[in-house]
């Protein structure tokens, strides 16, 4: 089998993802499908969605308008040489003739994408429990299953619990190895066939200070609590609007889409929306310290293995994070469980930190990068088409 700097070559590769590749910063698929696509031939299929939100979601609309614009683009080439499709299937997966249809509308689709994008005999990577029946149809060369949240624990599906154990089930018992992102959910599992492919950072993006402050923050007093990626059910409005109170000469500076749900209307808490990737180091620069305020008490965040604490901490800034299980035994972070404890590390961080200590942060996840989590990758698709191409020599 021909190899390259990422274990693979000439290869062709579809990743059904749990998110869509224009709406989010890079996720742990995007960072590593972008590097396996420079010597092979790769679509990401965005998000085919844990079912349709529910009316009373305060971004029902939201979310509707932003998955019909992905529709219109269907299949199309990015800059990173990989292609990104939306499929057009119905969001009702907990109904069974719903998932009939799904599975004839998927199957059609995929095998013009397949055609069009002159790709055979796949490497199937599925990161989603609704891909489990378009998955079995293709019937992939490998199939890899990966695991980055507790899916039947997410607050904003209104999908049957019941509907996604079983498929995340059956994927479990298709898969040639299930990939789990997660500490504690690769400590609870029980296949013998898992893998833990670790989140990663981009380290050099986030280390290498910019020389210019973006003009949106440049004038906003010091101290700076910043935070970047999406806000949701998943974070502590309460202890936000605690802190904001108590402490007005703080300021927060919040980067990414947020909910409708979130209402917080306090002078010193700015949400600035989604900022482009390439540009958060020009606002990072103004953060004092990076924060991640969390609902740790929820059971959906409680398995989280959020990527940005790593880029958190890649900055060599001070870092205050909710107890995340996956983080329990990382140094260099500041973990509180109370809105005091909050108070007093950021305190403790603005008031004792030292250039040493940055980098110190740094040192921790300085070797932790995605080239290095591809090459893994690479190597354990390299040894299942091996295993499987072995296995078909026998008489």
């Known amino acids: 089998m021909e190899v390259n700097g990422y274990g693979i070559s000439g290869k062709s590769i579809i990743c059904f993802a749990g998110e869509d590749w224009w709406y989010h910063h890079p996720h742990s698929k995007n960072h590593i499908l972008k590097r396996l696509a420079r010597d092979n031939k790769v679509i990401f299929v965005n998000s085919l969605s844990m079912g349709l939100p529910s009316l009373s979601n305060p971004d029902f609309f939201k979310k509707i308008r932003r998955k019909l614009k992905s529709y219109t683009r269907w299949l199309k080439r990015v800059p990173e040489g990989l292609f990104v499709m939306t499929p057009i299937a119905i969001p009702l997966f907990g109904s069974s003739l719903a998932r009939v249809v799904n599975r004839l509308l ?219 299980p996956e983080y329990r035994d990382t140094p260099g972070l500041r973990r509180y469980t109370t809105t005091e404890e909050f108070i007093q590390q950021v305190e403790e961080a603005l008031a004792n930190d030292s250039e040493a200590d940055r980098r110190f942060r740094q040192s921790v996840v300085r070797d932790a990068t995605w080239d290095t989590r591809a090459r893994q990758l690479g190597d354990v698709i390299a040894a299942l088409l091996a295993k499987r191409e072995s296995q078909s020599a026998r008489p």
């Open 106 to 324: 998927l199957r059609v689709q995929m095998r013009m994408a397949l055609k069009s994008c002159n790709m055979q005999d796949p490497v199937v990577w599925v990161a989603i429990p609704t891909a489990a029946d378009i998955a079995e149809c293709l019937r992939p060369k490998v199939l890899l299953y990966q695991i980055s949240d507790k899916y039947d624990a997410n607050e904003d599906s209104v999908l049957s619990r019941d509907v996604i154990r079983d498929l995340d089930q059956r994927l479990k018992q298709m898969a040639d190895v299930v990939l789990y992102s997660g500490r504690k959910l690769y400590e609870e599992a029980q296949e013998e066939h898992r893998y833990f492919l670790e989140q990663a950072v981009d380290f050099e993006h986030f280390a290498t200070p910019s020389v210019e402050i973006a003009p949106e923050v440049a004038d906003i007093p010091h101290p700076v609590l910043g935070y970047f990626g999406a806000m949701d059910h998943v974070m502590d409005v309460q202890l936000m609007a605690e802190v904001a109170r108590r402490r007005p000469h703080w300021h927060w500076v919040m980067l990414g889409t947020k909910s409708n749900a979130i209402q917080l209307k306090f002078s010193n808490i700015h949400f600035l929306g989604a900022k482009p990737y390439s540009d958060l180091p020009k606002y990072v620069g103004k953060f004092d310290v990076c924060v991640l305020p969390w609902r740790a008490n929820n059971a959906f965040t409680s398995y989280g293995s959020a990527i940005k604490v790593r880029e958190y901490l890649a900055t060599g800034k001070p870092v205050v994070i909710a107890p995340l």
